[in-house]
DNA sequence: CTGATATGACTCACGAGTAAGTTACCACAG
DNA sequence: CTGTGGTAACTTACTCGTGAGTCATATCAG
C-alpha cells in the first residue's frame, strides 16, 4: 500500500524488433493523417498501447521516429516505381504503369502518402537525409520520361526540362491526392481514369501493358 | 524614478488604419517567408516595429491576423486573375497569359505565393473561410477552360472533368512555384518557358495576346 | 478628462524530453 | 530445484522551454 501501483511496468516483455515495428506502424498512421507538426509523441504511444519514454528508448527523438517512418514509407513507395520501372514499358504508358502500382500499393495504407509529402517536417537532420535519399531514387526515373518526350519535340535546353520535370511531378502527385480524396474508386477504375484524362491531352495510348497483371 | 521608464507608450500616434496596413504588410512577409506555424506573433511585432499587444488589439488574435494577411494577399491574386480573363483571351492562350499576369504580379512580393498556399494554417475559422472564399472565386476560371479542353474531346464525364481540372491547378502551381525557385528569371522569360513548354505538349500555341501589353 | 495609441511584464497550456524506479525473465552457482 | 544477480522491457511523474494570449499602466491629442 505504501508504494503505488505501477501497473504493468515490464511484464510484457514484447522483443525490441517487433515493438519497433508496433510503434512504426502506429506513428505512420498518425503523422500521416494529422502531419508532423500536428501530432505529438504522447498520442502516438497512446495509439501503440505504449508509453512515451518507450519511443525515446527506441527511437531518440520525435524527428528519430519520423526519420524511422520516412524509411518505412518512402522504402515501400520506391520499391513500387522500381519494380514497375524494370518491367521495361516506356513513354506515356509508362507513366500509366507507374500510377497504376501507386494506387495499388497505397490502397491498403493511404496514409503514407501524405507522410512521404508533408511540408511540415523539417528538411533537416535524418529527416532530411532520409527525404534526400528517396527524392534521389525517384528522380531518374520521372526525368528520363520527360527527357524522352522534350527529345522528341526537339527542346535540349536544361532549364525548359526541369521545370516540365516540375511540372510532371506535380501532375502524378495531383491524380495521386485526386484519388485519395474520392474514396470508393478502386485502382483500376482510377488507372482507367488516367487513361482517358491522358488520352485527352496526348491522344492514343497504348495500354496493353496492364492487362497482364 | 519610483516608476520604470514606459520608453515611448503611445507616443506614436499612427492612425490604426495606418499601423494595421503595417502590421499586416510585415505578417505577409513574415507568414509567406517561414509559413504560419513557424512565425511567432511576437516575431511579426519586431518585424513591424511595434508590441506583440497591439496585434492583439487589432486582429484579435494569431488566427485574426493570418486572415487579415490571406485577404489582402488573395484578393491581389484573384483581382490579377479576374482581369487576365476579362481580356477575353481563349484556350491554352488564355493559360499563358494567366500564367504571365501572374508572374507579374508575384515579382515584387513573392512571398505571398505561399501564404496563400500554406498548408500549416489551419482551415477553421476565420482562415477557412478566407480561404474558401478565395478558391470559389479562381474555381470557375480553371474549370471553364478545361471543361472546354475535355468538351473538344468528346468527353463529358463529371469526374473526369474533376480530376483533369486538379491536375492543371496542380500544373498551374508547379509553374509558379518553379519560377520562384529560379531567381534572376524575369517573368518574359518565364512566359516565353511556359510558351515552350506548352508548345512540346500540345503544339503550336497563339500568342499574340501576350506582345500588346 | 476622456479615449485612442501603445507597451513591459506577466500567466498559462502544451508538448518535447528526462530521471528514477518497477517488473519479468534468464543464466548460473550451490 | 532453489536462490541470486544481471539485464531488457516498461512506466509514473516529473522538468523545462516556448509561444499564445492578457493585464495593468503610460503617453498624448483634442
Redesign the interface.
Known sequence: MATSTRSNAGTKGVARAVREQQIVDAACRAFGES?F?ATSVADIAEAAGISKPLIYNYFGSKEGLYAACLHHAAGTLTAEIERTAASGTVGLARAIVTLDGMFRTLEPQPWIWRLVND??AAREGAIGAELAKYEQRIFTFGHDGVAE??QL?G?D?A??L???H??W???F???V??WLD?PGETPEQMTQ?CV??F????GQIDTSALTAP
Open positions: 502531419g507538426a511540408s511540415t518526350l522534350m519535340a527542346n535546353d532549364r525548359d526541369s521545370a516540365m516540375a511540372a511531378e506535380s501532375t502527385r495531383a491524380l491526392t485526386w474520392h481514369r482517358r484524362l488520352s485527352t491531352v496526348f
